[in-house]
């Protein structure tokens, strides 16, 4: 049987569909449900560089406010890309 004719696309637009488009930044989608007791996740945090503090989930309040916020990343890469493309709205270019 032969592949589809988008076979080679279809892992692009997966990936597409994970993402969010901030101001010309694409950044991954972020954590959307409450993570397993003692995972470790990253914030986007525009107040540190590089854009990102770690935390371990427990299910406190400040978990929940993070997640109800949209800042919760599973990698530190994730939550610093969102930090810049926030940034990017009142950065001052030198």
């Given at each position: 049987m032969p592949a589809h004719i988008h076979a080679e696309l279809m892992p692009q637009y997966a990936e597409?569909?994970?993402t969010i488009n901030i101001?010309?930044?694409e950044v991954p989608e972020p954590v959307r449900e409450p993570l397993l007791k003692e995972t470790?996740?990253?914030v986007t945090n525009i107040l540190v560089i590089p854009g990102?503090?770690?935390y371990k989930w427990s299910g406190?309040?400040?978990d929940y406010r993070f997640l109800e916020q949209?800042?919760?990343h599973l990698?530190?890469?994730d939550a610093e890309l969102h930090a810049k493309a926030l940034l990017?709205?009142?950065k001052i270019d030198k």
């Open positions: 597409d569909a994970l101001n010309g930044f470790y996740y990253c990102s503090t770690q406190d309040s400040m949209g800042l919760i990698t530190q890469e990017s709205f009142t």
